[in-house]
């Protein structure tokens, strides 16, 4: 389960975010690339920009359920 208290400095704030406990596997990228990118320098993702309509919405939380590590968060529910 992703920690609030360990989420990267990259992610926007709001609901979304990404902990240090992403293994870069791009899942969330391509599930939600409109809200997921990836750090170069850090080799790992971050929420770059909150969800904006119910699409983009639940994508981020299919992203959230199929990330293997559980490093997405969601504070908003």
């Not at 360990?6 to 293994?23: A, M």
């Not at 119910?54 to 959230?64: D, F, G, S, V, Y």
């Amino acid at each position: 389960m992703a920690d609030s208290a360990n989420k990267y400095s990259e992610n926007v704030p709001g609901p979304f975010y990404v902990d240090d406990q992403c293994i870069d596997c791009d899942l969330c990228r391509e599930t939600a690339s409109a809200n997921f990118a990836r750090s170069e320098e850090g080799g790992h993702s971050y929420v770059y920009k909150q969800p904006e309509s119910p699409e983009e919405e639940a994508l981020c939380k299919e992203a959230m359920e199929g990330c293997p590590v559980e490093a997405i968060g969601n504070d908003g529910e």
